[in-house]
């Protein structure tokens, strides 16, 4: 396919330029026609800016219309699209500029991040937004070949340094597509949206969605119990992690009648639990639709949006994919556990710069390996039993134990450490810490040291001090007994807690 996803959703919003697209609280509201006009005028900015096609562009900046419309714009213009998050510590924007090499770094007006790379901000007062504002040179669209990368999403490893995934238009456009027709999106639809925008799943999976139908979204800038309760009204379509939808639970004030404009609530980032899928339809009527991805895939598989969603299963395989469970090379019977991999067009392009790691994730046939551990039953069900590695997800976050093992050992007190997720009421897992030290450490200063290097999401909800850890005869640390060990640590019976 030679195709730019520009192309893609510009068409696809023909006959809807006059109607609203985007609804916030802070930026205003735009048409598609205002929306377009403005992502044109970062193209151009960029293009002043002397970003050329296939460059790449670090973005660094609070959810709002001028960043959607800067993404846009750099499809427009053919530049490679590099969310990092907002919150991100200076130590890690430091290494996303050093791997990524951008040609431009955009922050928001108040970041005070020095870098030898060009830089803009954008907002009201920004430099960037200002020349776009003053910007309306028309922009060529750059033709693509599909394999061509539209963007750049860092996710980290075992290693615990973070590998950019190149994700191709083809891959956008293909997974775009699928998940448009089988979730049944339409012109009519308005989609709540309370995501993050430097995920797969809010800047992907959420706005091409709503954008290949030329529906609404209310942008909210980030997930607010009070929010989206006066916000689902006017909505039909929501895209959440659970800890979304175990949150709204826990308001009295969120009920049927809120939801009776609803036709879609859709959950996914981590697993859900049986309880939260049968309070919720109890609660509303409404059976959560949960769906399985990740970073170099995009969305895997889906439950179907007419037909029995299953608490525990995440779905068939999206339509032009192929997915199958296998050991050692060996496909899986149904209900037999293994290893989950996948291949079609919708898969990434490989990690920036590492071709070791990229062949080492992918089958002599192509398969992506994608590290999941589960089953297919004999309809083709997807159940995922666990993970391969020891990914932790916090808050619908992935969080790798390995950088955060790294940021306590740089701690001079500290002798070993092992990082794992337990189970938690809001998060659905929790980050802690079980650290090996010296008489003389200060829990409090090692907090300190770690909330200056890593973002909030990844700092440990609890240190844990012990003499030694559990290891096996091979020296591995048995980060499974520490699990079992702490399971109950956040429970409502743990008076800690």
Request: net charge negative; glycine share 8%.
């Amino acid at each position: 396919m030679s195709e730019n996803l520009f192309n893609i959703l510009s068409k696809a919003c023909e006959g809807n330029q006059d109607k609203e697209f985007l609804v916030t609280s802070n930026y205003g509201t735009a048409s598609y026609a205002e929306f377009f006009d403005r992502a044109g005028r970062y193209a151009a900015a960029l293009q002043a800016c002397g970003v050329a096609k296939g460059e790449r562009v670090l973005v660094k900046t609070s959810k709002s219309m001028d960043v959607l419309a800067l993404y846009v714009g750099c499809l427009q213009l053919g530049a490679i699209y590099v969310p990092v998050n907002p919150l991100s510590t200076s130590d890690e924007v430091y290494f996303f500029v050093d791997d990524a090499e951008p040609a431009l770094v955009i922050f928001d007006p108040d970041e005070e991040i020095s870098t030898d790379v060009q830089s803009e901000s954008i907002g009201p007062e920004g430099s960037l937004t200002s020349l776009a504002e003053a910007n309306n040179r028309e922009i060529t669209i750059q033709a693509h070949d599909g394999t061509d990368v539209a963007a750049m999403l860092y996710t980290s490893g075992t290693t615990g340094r973070p590998k950019g995934a190149m994700i191709s238009h083809l891959a956008l456009i293909s997974n775009g597509v699928a998940l448009n027709k089988i979730w049944g999106f339409d012109t009519t639809d308005v989609l709540l949206h309370s995501l993050p925008i430097f995920h797969v799943h809010g800047l992907f999976v959420a706005i091409h969605c709503a954008m290949l139908s030329g529906a609404t979204i209310i942008l909210l800038d980030k997930f607010s119990v009070d929010e989206v309760l006066e916000s689902l009204p006017r909505s039909t379509v929501m895209m959440g992690v659970p800890t979304y939808y175990t949150r709204l639970l826990s308001n009295e004030a969120f009920n049927a009648d809120l939801c009776s404009g609803m036709r879609l609530f859709t959950s996914g980032s981590a697993p859900m639990t049986e309880q939260t899928h049968s309070a919720f339809h109890d609660r509303t009527g409404h059976r959560i639709l949960e769906r399985y991805g990740m970073t170099e895939a995009g969305i895997i598989t889906s439950n179907p949006l007419n037909g029995d969603r299953i608490p525990g299963s995440v779905g068939f395989a999206l339509p032009g994919m192929e997915l199958r469970v296998a050991i050692d090379g060996r496909t899986c019977d149904a209900h037999e556990n293994g290893i989950v991999e996948v291949k079609g067009d919708h898969l990434f392009n490989g990690y920036w710069r590492q071709a070791e790691k990229t062949s080492a994730t992918f089958q002599n046939d192509g398969f992506l390996i994608t590290g999941d551990i589960g089953n297919l039953d004999e309809h083709g069900r997807l159940y995922l039993e666990g993970r391969s590695t020891d990914l932790i997800i916090s808050g619908g976050e992935n969080i790798y134990p390995k950088e955060v093992e790294l940021c306590l050992d740089d701690f001079s007190e500290v002798l070993e450490s092992a990082v794992i997720g337990v189970p938690h009421p809001d998060l659905g897992e929790a980050v802690v810490a079980i650290v090996v030290a010296d008489g003389s450490i200060s829990i409090p200063k090692l907090r300190d040291h770690v909330k200056k290097k890593l973002v909030g999401s990844k700092q440990p909800k609890e240190y844990l001090l012990v003499s030694e850890l559990p290891r096996n005869t091979m020296g591995k640390v048995q980060k499974s007994t520490l699990r079992n060990s702490h399971a109950d640590l956040f429970s409502e019976n743990n008076e800690s807690y």
